[in-house]
C-alpha cells in the first residue's frame, strides 16, 4: 500500500511539473491578483457601511464593480484576440494598483466618501475585465489541451485559497484596522503580480492573415458563441447563478454584520464564515478533474445546481452561521467542480484566434448579469426585506434545472467530438 501510495504522489508531481515554467509562474500571479481581489471585495463593503447603511447604495458598489462586464466585455476579448495578452495582463493590473493608490492618498487627507469607493470600484472592474478575459484565453497557449482540465483546476486551487480562503478574513481584518491599510495591501499584490508577469516569456498574440476591423472581430465572436448550442447553453446557466448569488452576497454584509444584524457576526467573523466556500472550492479544485472522469460532466453539473440553491438561499431559512457555513462549503465544493467543467470544455471546443472574443461574449451574458444581480437584489432587499431576497434567489438558481436537457452526457461529448 505504502509503494502504491508513493508512485501516485510521484506520477502526480511529474504530471504537474509538465505544464511548464510559464504556467506556474502565470498560475503565481493569478494567485496575487485573486487574494488583492478578495482582500478588496470584502473590504469595500466592510468600508462603505462607514459611510451609509442602505442596502441600495451597499449593493450598488457590487454594481459598480461587475457593470464593466456589461459595458466593456465585447472590447476586451476583441483586444484578447488581436494584442498579446501577457500584456494586455499587465497594463490591467498596473491600472488596479494606480487606482487604489489614488484611494489610499485620498483617505490619508480624510476624503474619503461612498462616492470616492464607487469611482474606485468602476475602474478596477474595467481593468478586471481585460485581465480576466486575456488570462483564461492565454492558457491554451502555454498548456496543452489535453491538461485543461487539470491546469484549470490547479488555477482554481491558487484562485479559489487567495480570493476566498486568505482574502476575506484578511480583508476583514485590514478594515478593522483602518480603510487606509484596506486598500494598500492589495495595491502592492498586484504589483508583485506585475513581477510574476514579466518573468513569463514569449509572444502572446495570435498571428492573423489579414487586418480587420474591432467590429468584424466582435460579431464574428458572438456569432460562433450564438451559434454553438452548449456554449449558449452555458453561459445562460452562469449567467443565471452569477445573477443569483451577486444579489445575494452583495447584500449578505448587511445579513451578517453588526450587533443589529440577524446573525449579528464581527468584521474579522463574517471574513472567516466566507472562507467556508473557500475551503470547499479549494477541496473541489483538487478533486475536479477525477469526479469529472467518474460521475461526468452532465451530473456534476446538475449536482452544481442542487448545491448551489441552499448556498445562495440559506440565509432565507437560517441565520445560524455553523449551518450556513456548512451550506456553504458544500456549494464551494461543487460550484469549483462545474467552473473547471464548463471552462475546460469551452477553451477545448472554440478556436485559438477565436477564445479571447468567445470568452468575452460568453462573460457579457454570464458575467454581465452581476450588476443586474445586485440591483434587483438591493430593490427586493428593501421592498420585501433580506430574507424574502435570499428565498427568491434561491428559488431562481433551482430553476436552472430546466436547463440539464441540453447539457446531457451525449450533448456534451458530441460538442467536443465535432473539434
Not at 92 to 100: G, H, T, V
Not at 303 to 322: C, Q, R, V
Request: proline share 4%; hydrophobic share 55%; with cysteine.
Amino acid at each position: 500500500m505504502t509503494g502504491e501510495s508513493i508512485d501516485a504522489s510521484s506520477a502526480a508531481v511529474q504530471s504537474d511539473r509538465r505544464l511548464g515554467a510559464a504556467y506556474w509562474r502565470l498560475w503565481g500571479a493569478s494567485g496575487l491578483s485573486n487574494l488583492a481581489d478578495g482582500i478588496l471585495k470584502i473590504a469595500l463593503p466592510l468600508v462603505a457601511i462607514q459611510f451609509t447603511q442602505s442596502p441600495s447604495l451597499i449593493a450598488g458598489l457590487t454594481f459598480a464593480l461587475t457593470v464593466p462586464w456589461l459595458l466593456f466585455a465585447l472590447p476586451a476579448g476583441a483586444f484578447a484576440d488581436k494584442y498579446d495578452r501577457r500584456r494586455i495582463m499587465l497594463g490591467a493590473n498596473a491600472l488596479r494598483s494606480a487606482m487604489l493608490g489614488l484611494l489610499v492618498a485620498v483617505i490619508v487627507v480624510d476624503l474619503g466618501s461612498i462616492w470616492a469607493l464607487y469611482a474606485v470600484a468602476l475602474g478596477i472592474g474595467i481593468a478586471e475585465t481585460l485581465y480576466d478575459t486575456s488570462a483564461q484565453s492565454i492558457l491554451p497557449q502555454v498548456v496543452g489541451r489535453d491538461q485543461l482540465s487539470r491546469a484549470n483546476g490547479r488555477l482554481y486551487a491558487a484562485e479559489l485559497t487567495a480570493n476566498q480562503f486568505i482574502g476575506p478574513p484578511l480583508g476583514g481584518l485590514l478594515a478593522a484596522v483602518g480603510a487606509a491599510a484596506a486598500f494598500a495591501t492589495p495595491m502592492g499584490l498586484w504589483v508583485c503580480a506585475l513581477g510574476m508577469l514579466l518573468l513569463v516569456r514569449g509572444k502572446f498574440r495570435i498571428a492573423r492573415a489579414e487586418p480587420t476591423t474591432m467590429r468584424a472581430d466582435i460579431a464574428e465572436g458572438l456569432r460562433f458563441l450564438a451559434g454553438h448550442r452548449i456554449l449558449r447553453t452555458m453561459a445562460v446557466m452562469t449567467g443565471g447563478f452569477n445573477f443569483a448569488s451577486t444579489a445575494a452576497f452583495a447584500l449578505l454584509v448587511l445579513f451578517a454584520v453588526g450587533p443589529t444584524s440577524a446573525m449579528g457576526l464581527s468584521e474579522a467573523a463574517f471574513g472567516v464564515l466566507l472562507t467556508t466556500t473557500a475551503a470547499g472550492s479549494l477541496l473541489g479544485s483538487f478533486i475536479a478533474e477525477k469526479v469529472e472522469q467518474r460521475l461526468g460532466r452532465s451530473r456534476a453539473l446538475m449536482l452544481a445546481i442542487l448545491t448551489g440553491a441552499p448556498l445562495i438561499g440559506g440565509p432565507a431559512l437560517t441565520s445560524n452561521p455553523y449551518i450556513l457555513g456548512g451550506a456553504f462549503f458544500i456549494g464551494g465544493i461543487s460550484l469549483v467542480l462545474a467552473n473547471v467543467i464548463m471552462v475546460s470544455l469551452r477553451q477545448r471546443i472554440t478556436p485559438d484566434r477565436l477564445l479571447g472574443r468567445v470568452n468575452s461574449g460568453y462573460r457579457l451574458v454570464a458575467w454581465g448579469t452581476m450588476p443586474l444581480g445586485a440591483a434587483v437584489g438591493g430593490l427586493l432587499a428593501e421592498l420585501f426585506g433580506l430574507q424574502i431576497m435570499f428565498g427568491i434567489m434561491g428559488l431562481l438558481v433551482l430553476s436552472l434545472l430546466g436547463l440539464m436537457p441540453i447539457l446531457s452526457k451525449a450533448g456534451l461529448n458530441e460538442a467536443e467530438q465535432e473539434t
